[in-house]
């Protein structure tokens, strides 16, 4: 079973619709006992890193994701992604969950429409279980700030838009991130879905 968190972001159902879709088992869920328990995890959302930090505080939550995340497979998606790194600067500083070690800031590029929003080929840096060489497909994409990770090894995909964007991250055991939507992104993103829960 995977456990989907509710902690009142938005793209949550979305989320749970394409798992419903592929035939996955899966639950929306705010509570510890359902996260302890589920065989993986994934952390949806659309918003602002501030008060999706916020929330997992406020529900207690904060301790359970990053136990769950050191021992099975965790996918953050959009906001879900960001979060997982150690802080971002959105609206101010704001600690994240540092999973991920880096930071998320703005796009800072001059020359393209801000919120990088549309579809993107992949550029696969790294191979990952969920994402590999010959995976170089269009994907969605609709988001302002950008994770930028410490250790290059964790960028396993990237999208240009007049820069490298952070568009897959892997810490190399069970945390996975990805600031496009594989539940938005066709069949291709619903192949990254499938090949998560086969983990």
């Known amino acids: ?27 929306l869920t705010d509570n510890v006992k359902d996260l302890e328990k589920a065989e993986k995890i994934i952390l949806p959302g659309v918003g602002a890193f501030p008060a999706a930090m916020e929330s997992l505080r406020r529900k207690r939550l904060v301790n359970t994701i990053k136990k769950c995340a050191a021992k099975k497979p965790f ?60 995976d170089e497909s269009y994907v969605y994409f609709v988001h302002s700030f950008a994770g930028f990770p410490e250790d290059i090894n964790h960028l396993a995909a ?13 810490d190399g055991k069970f945390t996975y991130g990805s600031q ?4 938005k992104s066709g069949e291709a993103g619903l192949e990254i879905l499938r090949r998560f829960v086969r983990l």
């Open 1 to 27: 079973m995977i456990a989907i968190i509710d902690y009142d972001a938005g793209n949550i159902f979305s989320v749970k619709n394409a798992l419903d879709y592929i035939g996955v088992d899966c639950i």
């Open 158 to 170: 990237a999208v240009d838009y007049g820069m490298d964007i952070t568009a897959l991250v892997w």
């Open 180 to 183: 496009f939507h594989p539940e």
């Open 75 to 134: 996918l953050g998606i959009c906001l879900g992604m960001q979060v997982l790194f150690s802080k971002g600067f959105e609206f101010g500083e704001t600690e994240g969950l540092g999973l991920i070690p880096g930071e998320v800031r703005r796009i800072p590029v001059t020359d393209r429409v801000i919120p990088h929003m549309g579809w993107n080929k992949l550029e696969i840096k790294h191979d990952c279980p969920i994402l590999k060489k010959g």
